[in-house]
């Protein structure tokens, strides 16, 4: 990859998010991908009933719509997929692996859609065609030479749809192991291990129709403008009626200080806007641990002083009482916490903690959303588990227009994992699973993305096959993410475009083209509907509109049947016949998994139906069975205070975090235009104090050194100084080019999350000075 200085400039954008730099930008992507005219109408289906699911985020729909949906970034991501552009066989004919490797993430997808199955030959380092049976039989041929299952590994990226999903869990299930790694382990899952132990469910208690009842709304830890634009119009309703909207972010976010919404005309041809947060709170990386403790102490601290004054308690006495456990061990703990370690710890001063804690206990009808901000650090469970405590005191939990939020990234991370992509399986699904299909499947747990990658380098795993995604750029530690890869016997990825993990390997490789959601799926004759699942548990189905862009392409869900049939034969499951009529494998998701009773009678129905949680009934499936509060202490022996010992205010922590022109690895374009950076993807933003401080220059280049005590040396280079509004000690920057720095055992407690927005790190001034 090269790290020639790019040609770009930074200025301050003084516009609202939305309005009309959205819908040009809108324009000329559509025009940039040809898919004006005919496919236009694309759009109109987007989101819609009938049409087909949005592959860009997981924000639920609005089935009542009467305009179309559509969003700036969901526009990039339905472009991508319908573009033009084709890599061919002739294409990889003209160009080597080593070749390839010398471009960007941005090159390598500008030149668009895989067209063959392609297998890598070592001779000329050049990928070549093969047919899709033999590369099914490469496959079986090193899955079984394996000497156990658990050295092949099976990545999942969460656009996989449910059929698919649970087909490919069958099959690597039956062939023995539990090796699940996915992209929700770098995402919600601190969310997924964390919520269960408190609430009982692992996912959001809302539906979208609360946010019209919610009168606060608190944002931690997300970029809404960017990353689910679809948000925003809700955020804008809801602020125009009134509603309390709170962003707890390290960063102002544009999107989350004014929006003029494309989905209404007036407010774009009058150049108004709405403002949507009122309070911003912004503590230092990692902070929130605290910051939200100290909300929970001082919501005690006016609960004590409206005893003491005889007024209505701030605490939901009965909610307590009636639906919780721990109740008092949590606020002794509250009580006997310092203000003085929960102001050093989040960043936020006493005053702006109380006045948060104001508005929070005004609302009567909380909604508390999260992302990446929250998820991606050590003490990530446990602040989760500290929202879901103060939430559970005044009760904002199963109540309309209240409840928890986690809002996740791909389209259908959380169905993937509803139907069985889960290293930890429970047994109860283990042993239905077993019953239905008539196997005994593997107990023991599986790999997550940092296991698989340790097992592949100790040279424990040698094969890997990726059902979507980026596995070599989506991970930490790339140069030795690179060598796990490097170390297999077999790298296969099912794709759509061209990627770096297709030019990772030393061993054998395949490159399997698949449709993307987008695209009309046809098996025998019948166009096939595949489901989803959202943020708010909505399952509904997904009808492609478009043409596929090569005729050698099969469905995912072919690609497993025809992987799975080649290594196991088809005597106990005949995957083909799944694979013929998709609604065959959903008749199986509802024999095997609760909630899916009459799954194709009711994914029929417009909008689908609601795999309602437990938790949003005040059912509570705890241990206890009732919602339980958690106490944790604010941890004090981190890697990074460590760090700080030994390197004092030189000392930075890092966030790596999404521009707006990127899809995650895919890099559509080099602006992120909210943040005011144009044709510039290697930045790091600074305080001008810290900046000043630190001995650099304004506009000067830097490189950057994780600190982390295993003798590695981790670096990223020649990165552009931009000073920003953000907490002191605090640096931005994006990924995937900061992945180098994260190391590989920085992982979140019991979620095994990387640490991707809190990297100890230290600046220098840049070597190749350009
Ligand atoms: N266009 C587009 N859409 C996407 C994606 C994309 O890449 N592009 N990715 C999809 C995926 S997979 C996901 S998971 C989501 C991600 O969507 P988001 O959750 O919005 O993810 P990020 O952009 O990584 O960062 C989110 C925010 O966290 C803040 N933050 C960082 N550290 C902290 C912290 O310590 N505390 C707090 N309170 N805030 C912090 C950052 O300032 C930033 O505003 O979006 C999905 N949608
Ligand atoms: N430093 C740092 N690292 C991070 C994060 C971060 O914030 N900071 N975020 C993490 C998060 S939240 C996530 S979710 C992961 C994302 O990790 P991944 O899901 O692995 O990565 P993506 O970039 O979304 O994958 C893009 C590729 O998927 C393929 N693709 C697209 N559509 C389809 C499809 O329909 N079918 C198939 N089979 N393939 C398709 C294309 O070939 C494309 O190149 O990254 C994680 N890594
Ligand atoms: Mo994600």
Redesign the pocket.
Known sequence: MSTTPEKGHVAPYTHPAGGWGALKYVAVNLIKEKVAGGKYKLLFKQNQPDGFDCP???WPDRQHASTFEFCE?GV??VAAEATSKRVTPAFFAQHTVTELLKQSDYELEQHGRLTHPMVYDKQTDKYVPIAWNDAFQLIAHHLKKQPNPDAATFYTS?RASNEAAFLFQLFVRMYGTNNFPD?SNM??EATSRGLPLTVGVGKATVLLDDFEHADTIMI?????A????RMLGELREAARRGTTIVS????K?RGLQRFASPQHPAEMLTGSSTQIASMFVT??????FALIKGLGKRVIELDDAAIAAGTKRVIDVDFIEAHTSGFDAFIDDLRAESWADIVAESGVSREDIDAWTDVYVKGERVIAC????????KNSVATIQMLSNVMMLRGNIGRTGAGLMP????SN?QGDRTVGIEEQPSEDFLNRLGQVFDFEPPRHHGQDVVGAIQAMLDGRTKVFIGLGGNFAMATPDTPRTWQALRNCDLVVNIATKLNRSHLIMDGDALVLPTMGRTEIDLQEGVAQGVTVEDSVCMVHMSYGMNKPASPDLMSETAIVAGMAAATLGSAKVDWKWYARDYSRIRDAIEKVIPGFEDYNERVAQPGGFHLTPASRNRIWRTDSGKATFLVHAIDKDTPIKRAREKYGKDLMVM????S?D???T?IYGLDDRYRGVFGLRRVVFINAADRERLGFAAGERVDVTSVWDDGIERHAQDFLLVDYDIPAGCL?AY?PETNPLVPLESIGDRSGTPTS??IPVLLSRAALQG
């Open positions: 860009g985020c997981a970034n990039k991501a969460g992209c995402c919600h931690f830890g997300q970029n809404p960017t990353n689910h634009p707890i972010n390290p960063l976010e503590p230092k990386l990692a902070g929130d999260w992302g990446m901000g929250i998820t991606q650090h809002v996740r990234g791909h991370v966030m790596t975090t999404r707006h990127q899809y995650n895919t931005g990924y927005k809190s």
